[in-house]
């Protein structure tokens, strides 16, 4: 049941796989979780969905995996301004490898150190892989 409603249009929140936060998090030693679930949050200060993310001020050392839906560009976007205003120290972001957007030629590829992900990742507790592949973009 849960890769029926993680694979579908139902939802556009996929949980961070543990091995590749803890794998960022060993180097970067994350403090705020930008876009999270109490369920599934990867740092100990985190916004949820009703937080608002997006309308709160970011601050130190950012991880962002964001919804995946239609306001992706908004929160690449917000990544990249926390930074470039000096309010974040980094925002890393685990991202859609979708090269043909709007949001990866005007942030990722721009102003981002971008990664791409071998294979396709397990999100959350699925048996499948993500019909997608996935990239890390690194603002700072």
Same mark, same amino acid.
């Given at each position: +049941?849960?890769?029926?409603?993680?694979?579908?249009?139902?939802? !556009? /929140?996929?949980?961070?796989?543990?091995?590749?936060? !803890?794998?960022? #998090?060993? !180097?970067?030693?994350? /403090? %705020? #979780?930008? $876009?999270?679930?109490? /369920?599934?949050?990867?740092?100990? &200060?985190?916004?949820?969905?009703?937080? !608002?993310?997006?309308?709160?001020?970011?601050?130190?050392? $950012?991880? +962002?995996?964001?919804?995946?839906?239609?306001?992706?560009? @908004?929160?690449? /976007?917000?990544?990249? &301004?926390?930074?470039?205003?000096?309010?974040?120290?980094?925002?890393? $972001?685990? @991202?859609?490898? &979708?090269?043909?957007?709007?949001?990866?030629?005007?942030? $990722? %590829?721009?102003?981002?150190?971008?990664?791409?992900? &071998?294979?396709? @990742?397990?999100?959350?507790?699925?048996?499948?892989?993500?019909?997608?592949? *996935? +990239?890390?973009?690194?603002? *700072?």
């Amino acid at each position: +049941m849960v890769d029926k409603v993680l694979f579908s249009s139902t939802t !556009d /929140e996929w949980s961070t796989p543990q091995h590749i936060f !803890d794998e960022w #998090d060993n !180097d970067c030693q994350f /403090e %705020l #979780d930008v $876009c999270a679930t109490p /369920e599934n949050a990867k740092c100990s &200060r985190y916004f949820t969905r009703a937080d !608002d993310g997006l309308a709160q001020v970011w601050t130190g050392r $950012c991880w +962002m995996n964001p919804p995946y839906g239609r306001e992706i560009g @908004l929160w690449v /976007e917000k990544a990249w &301004r926390s930074v470039t205003n000096g309010q974040a120290n980094f925002v890393v $972001c685990l @991202l859609p490898a &979708r090269t043909d957007t709007r949001w990866f030629h005007d942030y $990722c %590829l721009k102003y981002g150190e971008v990664t791409f992900i &071998r294979g396709r @990742l397990k999100f959350g507790g699925a048996t499948n892989s993500a019909p997608f592949p *996935s +990239m890390i973009v690194v603002f *700072s």
